[in-house]
């Protein structure tokens, strides 16, 4: 590949590349069109190291697979959903939905609770889902039933995300949507995928996860949290200059050692600019080559409507 800047045009997304029941800030569903043609054609081990929803990790194809992130909630969750059969966990969450009384629209539709499309579910199932909130945030047991329990208070949240207190306690609201058809096929197509492949979890902070026994055959994707952009992970001070600088020479320890990796960032959004991450790439020009992306967050709901305007978007890379 040629040095230097690159600006990649929009490429659609494939029918075949699954989407992660998870909605993660900052997921990159949307953007595998862009980010899949740069990754090589072989891999032996692919590391996700900041895994989140998974959307990336699960759609590569490698002969193994590790998924990483630090929050234990995506741990477990991902583990009960590789080891539990998928009908168990498909007529649990069932179950779940219909002991609490919320809405199953795929089976009654939206006129049946009163509702409309437009407006969503949230009406019906805010009571409901505040109870299920409140026995999830009581529940002491961290079993597969929990982490099942947790998945179908997801399913009913805003937005299909997943926020936890400082206490510990989940603390969404109810959200508009439920089980339909288009999230109990993603779920589906998940497991699937999960149960496929030779696909391991962690959860270590990318400072200590070691990569002594990686090679020239493996594969790094990183996608952390971005410096200069407002979401749940970086609100409480989670990520800071600090994290971004020890990430970078990170990065520098994966290239020395031969190991091919991809960085997704942003340079600029909304008048900021990550000047670390600009001035780490301007110093490494020559061994590391920076791709533009072209794509503005639709479904992020932080702050304001405009959230990602001027946003410059891109994939680092050393090959």
């Known amino acids: ?42 891999i032996n081990t692919f590391v996700d190291l900041f895994c989140g929803g998974g959307n990336v990790g699960i759609n590569v194809d490698c002969r193994q697979l590790v998924l990483n992130d630090l929050d234990e909630h995506i741990f477990y969750l991902f583990d009960t959903f590789k080891k539990l059969d998928k009908e168990v966990t498909f007529e649990t969450i069932h179950r779940t939905i219909a002991k609490y009384g919320l809405s199953d629209s795929t089976l009654h539709g939206y006129e049946f609770y009163g509702c409309n499309g437009s407006d969503g579910l949230g009406s019906y199932n805010k009571e409901p889902f505040l109870a299920l909130r409140q026995n999830f945030n009581e529940e002491k047991n961290r079993d597969a039933s929990y982490y099942l329990l947790l998945y179908t208070l997801i399913i009913f949240s805003f937005n299909n995300q997943i926020r936890f207190n400082r206490e510990g306690k989940f603390n969404l609201p109810v959200g508009k949507r439920d089980f339909n058809a288009k999230m109990q096929r993603k779920l589906s197509d998940f497991i699937d995928r999960l149960k496929s492949v030779n696909c391991s979890f962690s959860r270590v ?115």
């Open 1 to 42: 590949m040629k040095k230097g800047y690159f600006c990649v045009f929009a490429m659609t997304i494939n029918e075949k590349w699954i989407q992660s029941p998870l909605n993660y800030t900052g997921g990159k569903y949307k953007l595998l069109p862009q980010i899949m043609p740069y990754f090589p054609k072989e």
């Open 205 to 319: 902070d990318f400072r200590d996860f070691d990569i002594s026994a990686l090679t020239d055959g493996d594969f790094v994707y990183m996608d952390p949290p971005y410096l200069i952009t407002c979401a749940t992970y970086n609100e409480k001070d989670g990520w800071n200059e600090t994290a971004e600088r020890d990430l970078l020479h990170f990065i520098d320890s994966l290239h020395s050692r031969g190991i091919h990796f991809a960085l997704s960032n942003v340079l600029r959004s909304k008048g900021k600019e990550n000047r670390i991450l600009l001035e780490w790439a301007e110093a490494n020009a020559d061994r590391y080559y920076v791709k533009r992306l072209d794509y503005d967050y639709a479904n992020s709901n932080y702050h304001t409507k405009d959230r990602n305007k001027n946003s410059e978007e891109v994939l680092i890379v050393n090959y």
